[in-house]
């Protein structure tokens, strides 16, 4: 099974602060990679796909990169609407469905 | 516009039984894999399974097979997710999810349904 792993858990930062969340899987995913979006008491929403690729409508603020186990999700600048939880999410492989990483909440500093 | 709209807030209370759904609607239903993502209170997001409307082909999960059963009417564009006898530890919120395919990204999201099992 495909492990995901998020770092940090916990992120404290600024309104204009530059904010980079880790996902590292537990075998090679090539790009096969999403990242989500949560807040409280709503659904996630899908922000990038395929490591990089920007979901319509999704600010340009928010960026994604990384190739094979590593990769990055980068928020150039914080804004107040930005303050949420945020999974990764690998769909390369079907064992385990999907996996998500465990979640990196970014908090008001 | 594509939607997923599910059952409201269910209190059970344990070793009850319980089945919630989800609508779609806005697509073609049997065209697109539905699948079921538990939250529980203050914690990430979890695969539970994984339904094809188009011909049932149903996955589950290892930690969720045996403790609960994915289904989908084809004819009523709704699927759903059942417990047999439910338990404290069911307590959560439960998503349902579409994609086009078994493995792939989420693209809609229903609003999801809290699940309370407490005696």
């Known amino acids: 099974d495909i492990q995901m792993t998020q770092s940090p858990s916990t992120l404290s930062a600024s309104v204009g602060d530059r904010v980079t969340i880790t996902c590292r899987a537990s075998?090679?995913?090539?790009?096969?990679l999403a990242w989500y979006q949560q807040k409280p008491g709503k659904a996630p929403k899908l922000l990038i796909y395929k490591a990089s690729s920007l979901e319509s409508g999704v600010p340009s603020r928010f960026s994604g990169s990384g190739s094979g186990t590593e990769f990055t999700l980068t928020i150039s600048s914080l804004q107040p609407d930005d303050f949420a939880t945020y999974y990764c999410?690998?769909?390369?492989?079907?064992?385990?469905?999907?996996?998500f990483g465990q979640g990196t909440k970014v908090e008001i500093k | 516009e594509v939607q997923l709209v599910q059952s409201g807030a269910e209190v059970k209370k344990p070793g009850e039984s319980l089945k919630i759904s989800c609508k779609g609607s806005?697509?073609?239903?049997?065209?697109?894999?539905i699948g079921w993502v538990r939250q529980m209170p203050g914690k990430g997001l979890e695969w539970m399974g994984i339904i094809y409307p188009g011909d049932s082909d149903t996955r589950y999960s290892p930690s969720f097979q045996g403790q609960v059963t994915i289904s989908a009417d084809k004819s009523i564009s709704t699927a759903y997710l059942q417990w047999s006898s439910l338990k404290a530890s069911d307590t959560a919120m439960y998503y349902c999810?579409?994609?086009?395919?078994?493995?792939?990204?989420?693209?809609?999201w229903g609003q999801g349904t809290l699940v309370t099992v407490s005696s």
């Open positions: 999410q690998q769909y390369n492989s079907y064992s385990p469905l999907g996996a």
């Open positions: 999810v579409r994609q086009l395919d078994i493995v792939a990204t989420v693209d809609y």
């Open positions: 806005g697509y073609s239903f049997t065209s697109y894999w």
């Open positions: 075998q090679s995913i090539s790009s096969w």
